[in-house]
């Protein structure tokens, strides 16, 4: 059975910093490309950072040169260092697996920026 399971999330004051991780089992996840997505109360789900199989990575805009993605291949670990936190960085964060139409979706850690 693949799942794709996160932790690290909580409450963290504005300039602060999280390091949330994504536990991958079932399946051989170093082929896949992997990411973090966002979902804030009320608003669609955005990418936040990607990183293929070959380990290029792609972040959006509002956390290029805070957030750092990076992955652990041995052990099927995909983590997202989050630094310079700030409020509008809050949501549900889920860490996402594809490889060719192959899609998986954890459930997702809550982060809130807030004073």
């Known amino acids: 059975q693949v799942q794709l399971v996160e932790s690290g999330g909580g409450l963290v004051q504005p300039g602060g910093s999280l390091r949330l991780s994504c536990a991958a089992s079932?399946?051989?996840?170093?082929?896949?490309?992997m990411g973090w997505h966002r979902q804030a109360l009320g608003k669609q789900r955005e990418l936040v950072a990607t990183e293929t199989s070959g380990g290029t990575t792609n972040y959006a805009d509002s956390v290029k040169g805070r957030f750092t993605i990076s992955r652990d291949r041995a052990d099927n670990q995909v983590y997202l260092q989050m630094n310079s936190l700030r409020p509008e960085d809050t949501a549900l964060y889920f860490c996402?697996?594809?490889?060719?139409?192959?899609?998986?979706w954890g459930q997702g850690t809550q982060v809130t920026v807030s004073s």
């Open positions: 996402n697996g594809k490889y060719y139409r192959l899609n998986y």
């Open positions: 079932g399946t051989k996840f170093s082929l896949y490309n």
